[in-house]
C-alpha cells in the first residue's frame, strides 16, 4: 500500500514538473514567432517604454501629451508626493494580494505565490510617478506613433472598471505610488506581462504571441537609457 501511494505521488510530481516544462517551453518558442513581426513603419511620435525589473513589466508613458494627460486620470492628489521632476507615468496590471503584500521579493511566501497563480485573487493597477534618472536600467524604447499610443492609452483606460481611476486607500510602497482597482483576475495564464503584451500588440508592436515572462515583452524592443 506504501509503495502504491509512493509511485501515485511521484507520478503526480512528474507530471507537475512536466507542465511546468511544456509551460516554460511554449513561452520560449512563441519569442521566435511574433505578432506584428512586420509592424507599419512609422516615426516615432511619443517618447515611450517598456520598464521591466527582471520579472514585471510596467508600460512608462510621458505624463503629458497631445494624445492623454495621465494627471487628469490619476491625479496627484492620490500620491503622497509626487517629485517636482517626474516626466513620466509607470502603469502595470498585477495581482491583488500579490501587490499589497509582496513588495520586495523577499515579503514572498509560498501561500501568495499559490493563492496569485489559481486565479482566486482579483486585480489591480499600480501607477507610478517616475523621475528620468529612475529609468536608467530595464528600459526598453516603445516606438509608438502617435494612432498606436492612442490604441495603447485606450487599452490602459479599459483596464480600469468603468475606465474610472478608483484609487486603495492607503495603499502605497512609497511617495510616488499609488493602487487602484482593476478588471479582471490573475492566473497562471493572465500574468502581468500578459497584460502588458496584449496591450503592445493591439497597438502593432512587434511583442510574443503569448507573454507570460518578462523577457517575452522585451525579446524584440530594443534596450536604451532615456
Request: glycine content about 8%; hydrophobic content about 45%; proline content about 6%.
Given at each position: 500500500?506504501?509503495k502504491?501511494?509512493?509511485?501515485?505521488?511521484?507520478f503526480?510530481?512528474?507530471?507537475?514538473?512536466?507542465?511546468?516544462?511544456?509551460y516554460?517551453?511554449?513561452?520560449?518558442a512563441?519569442v521566435f514567432?511574433p505578432?506584428?513581426?512586420?509592424?507599419?513603419?512609422?516615426a516615432?511620435?511619443?517618447?515611450?517604454?517598456v520598464?521591466?525589473?527582471?520579472?514585471?513589466?510596467?508600460?512608462?508613458?510621458?505624463?503629458?501629451?497631445?494624445?492623454?494627460?495621465w494627471?487628469?486620470?490619476?491625479?496627484?492628489?492620490?500620491?503622497n508626493?509626487?517629485?517636482?521632476?517626474a516626466?513620466?507615468?509607470?502603469i502595470?496590471?498585477?495581482?491583488?494580494?500579490?501587490?499589497?503584500h509582496?513588495?520586495?521579493?523577499?515579503?514572498?511566501?509560498?501561500?501568495?505565490?499559490?493563492?496569485?497563480?489559481?486565479?482566486?485573487?482579483?486585480?489591480?493597477?499600480?501607477?507610478?510617478?517616475l523621475q528620468?534618472?529612475q529609468?536608467r536600467?530595464?528600459?526598453?524604447?516603445?516606438?509608438?506613433?502617435?494612432?498606436?499610443?492612442?490604441?495603447?492609452?485606450?487599452?490602459?483606460?479599459?483596464?480600469?472598471?468603468?475606465?474610472?481611476a478608483?484609487?486603495?486607500?492607503?495603499a502605497?510602497?512609497?511617495?510616488?505610488?499609488?493602487?487602484?482597482?482593476?478588471e479582471?483576475?490573475?492566473?497562471?495564464?493572465?500574468?502581468?506581462?500578459?497584460w502588458?503584451?496584449?496591450?503592445?500588440?493591439?497597438?502593432?508592436?512587434?511583442?510574443?504571441?503569448?507573454?507570460?515572462?518578462?523577457?517575452?515583452?522585451?525579446?524584440?524592443?530594443?534596450?536604451?537609457?532615456?
Amino acid at each position: 500500500m506504501a509503495k502504491r501511494w509512493l509511485r501515485r505521488i511521484a507520478f503526480t510530481l512528474l507530471g507537475f514538473v512536466g507542465l511546468i516544462g511544456l509551460y516554460v517551453t511554449v513561452a520560449c518558442a512563441l519569442v521566435f514567432w511574433p505578432a506584428n513581426a512586420k509592424p507599419t513603419v512609422e516615426a516615432p511620435a511619443v517618447e515611450a517604454w517598456v520598464l521591466s525589473n527582471g520579472v514585471h513589466t510596467d508600460l512608462v508613458f510621458p505624463i503629458h501629451s497631445a494624445t492623454v494627460d495621465w494627471q487628469q486620470l490619476f491625479p496627484f492628489a492620490h500620491f503622497n508626493a509626487v517629485p517636482p521632476d517626474a516626466e513620466f507615468i509607470a502603469i502595470g496590471w498585477g495581482d491583488r494580494e500579490f501587490y499589497l503584500h509582496t513588495p520586495t521579493r523577499g515579503d514572498l511566501t509560498a501561500a501568495r505565490a499559490f493563492g496569485a497563480l489559481s486565479g482566486r485573487n482579483r486585480a489591480l493597477m499600480h501607477v507610478t510617478y517616475l523621475q528620468r534618472s529612475q529609468m536608467r536600467h530595464g528600459a526598453y524604447r516603445l516606438p509608438l506613433s502617435q494612432a498606436q499610443y492612442a490604441q495603447l492609452t485606450d487599452y490602459v483606460r479599459a483596464s480600469l472598471p468603468s475606465g474610472r481611476a478608483t484609487p486603495i486607500a492607503s495603499a502605497h510602497y512609497g511617495n510616488d505610488d499609488a493602487f487602484y482597482e482593476a478588471e479582471g483576475g490573475y492566473h497562471l495564464f493572465e500574468t502581468c506581462n500578459t497584460w502588458t503584451g496584449r496591450g503592445l500588440r493591439r497597438a502593432g508592436v512587434t511583442v510574443s504571441r503569448w507573454t507570460p515572462f518578462d523577457f517575452n515583452v522585451t525579446w524584440h524592443l530594443q534596450a536604451a537609457t532615456p
